[in-house]
């Protein structure tokens, strides 16, 4: 089965940089691709929005909020993205969830990472 494995979150004062990562990887022997990854994040009484979108062939997409301030890369030999996240505000604080779109030899799948919890303090 396809897992995605999230890192980079933390404390950080407003200004400061952090940097995300999420690898996708599989069952030993299988074989898999990925069409799209992206960075969503849910802060406490507010809904689950996308930040960036990345596709395999390296199209992006990113939420008004954050244009400017992140970027979204991806190195697709180790099927994993990355955000860099730079002028972290408070408003950043939430938990960001990787999530993959792809395919296996068994047919099409949608994974989500555990989650990596970002504060950021004023």
């Known amino acids: 089965q396809v897992q995605l494995v999230e890192s980079g979150g933390g404390l950080v004062q407003a200004g400061g940089s952090l940097r995300l990562s999420c690898a996708a990887s599989g069952a030993s022997g299988s074989i898999f691709s990925i069409n799209a990854m992206g960075w969503y994040r849910q802060a406490p009484g507010k809904q689950r929005e996308l930040v960036a979108h990345?596709?395999?062939?390296?199209?992006?997409t990113y939420t008004d909020s954050v244009k400017g301030r992140f970027t979204i890369s991806r190195d697709n030999a180790k099927k994993t993205i990355f955000l860099q996240m730079n002028s972290l505000k408070p408003e950043d604080t939430a938990v960001y969830l990787c999530n993959a779109d792809g395919s296996t030899s068994y047919g099409p799948f949608n994974r989500w990472g555990q989650g990596t919890q970002v504060t950021v303090s004023s």
């Open positions: 990345i596709t395999s062939g390296g199209r992006t």
